[in-house]
């Protein structure tokens, strides 16, 4: 009988150790699976995915903290209104980053590197981001203002004053330049295209000749012009080439529709306005920046005005 009871009682102790045994792997898998990457709340709502070339990103994935009242306060220059159902985000328009030269009809294209660095530095101390191609494009698929104040910072024609003031300046506040490149006729060595490209800039294209599009009907001349460009740059940074810049701002609209079917999100031209829409991504507007720090202002708020006061 004795036996019996320390038999049952050593049966039992063994049940109970099994039985902890058991939560204790339980509660280890329980603990494993929570803290995989995948089981962790995602802070930000995610984003849907985007059926394109390229998987569009997070489009406050930058160093910046999302600040959702830094949108709607400070601007220098009070807001024109927003164009209903838009995405406000001024694009600015760079050519030449380099000291202002004596011709006086060139100089609407220079931009000194004092004033840029004048005018980055400004976008740095109002908690700016600049976004990359791939994040304007996701903003107008979402139909929706950016939670922080932002612009697309882009340069046309490669000129090789981009490399050597621009991109210094736009590394050390951390920002992305959109450079739009001519294929056949690059002004920046291939080695420094590179390395822009590896250190966060954006290499696109504006087209293989600097063609003007807008007489241009033939479909072999548009397919060189703007399918041909894109693959040529894309084999210079192994990355793809998401957005086109039309050539002196001029398209048609089978240049229109070339570009929406070789593959790239969308396209930029000139404009006066800062608010865009995913229905005129193939053309959206850009604001040109002058040498001039009010008008640069102006620009945010998204007030158009030529201005001849260069600084
Ligand atoms: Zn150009």
Redo the contacts with the bound molecule.
């Keep these: 009988m004795l036996r019996r009871m320390q038999k049952t009682s050593i049966s039992h102790s063994k049940m109970i150790l099994y039985l902890v045994i058991c939560d204790l792997v339980i509660i280890w898998v329980i603990a494993f699976v929570l803290s995989s990457p995948k089981a962790r709340i995602p802070l930000l709502p995610e984003i849907p995915s985007v059926k394109s070339e390229e998987q569009a990103p997070d489009p406050f994935s930058q160093r910046t903290i999302v600040d959702s009242w830094n949108f709607a306060e400070k601007y220098d220059f009070i807001p024109v209104d927003q164009r209903p159902n838009s995405v406000r985000v001024p694009i600015l328009t760079y ?1 030449h980053v380099a000291p202002l030269p004596s011709s006086k009809s060139s100089r609407p294209y220079f931009v000194s590197p004092e004033m840029f660095e004048k005018q980055m530095k400004h976008l740095d101390k109002k908690h700016y981001k600049s976004l990359t191609p791939a994040e304007l494009y996701n903003l107008l698929l979402l139909g929706e203002n950016p939670k922080q104040k932002s612009v697309m910072i882009t340069f ?2 490669g000129n090789y004053d981009n490399f050597q003031y621009a991109y210094p300046i736009l590394k050390k506040y951390d920002f992305t330049g959109v450079f ?1 490149i ?1 294929s056949d006729k690059i002004g920046i060595p291939i080695s420094a295209l590179q390395e822009m490209s590896q250190n966060g800039m954006v290499i696109e294209s ?2 293989a000749t ?1 063609i003007d599009l807008i007489p241009v009907t033939d479909p072999a001349t548009l397919s060189y012009e703007i399918t041909t460009s894109k693959y040529k740059l894309q084999s210079v940074t192994g990355k793809g080439v998401t957005s086109f ?1 039309y ?3 001029g398209s048609n609209g089978s240049a229109v529709s070339t570009v929406a079917t070789s593959g790239y999100l969308f396209a930029v031209s000139c404009g006066k306005s800062i608010d865009h829409s995913y229905y005129g991504r193939f053309s959206l507007s850009r604001m040109h920046v002058y040498s001039n720090f009010e008008n640069f202002k102006k620009i945010l708020s998204g007030i158009w005005e030529v201005t001849y006061d260069y600084e």
Excluded: E, L
Aim: charged share 15%.
């Design positions: 050519h046309d024609d739009y001519v504006h087209s600097h810049s050539p002196g701002c």
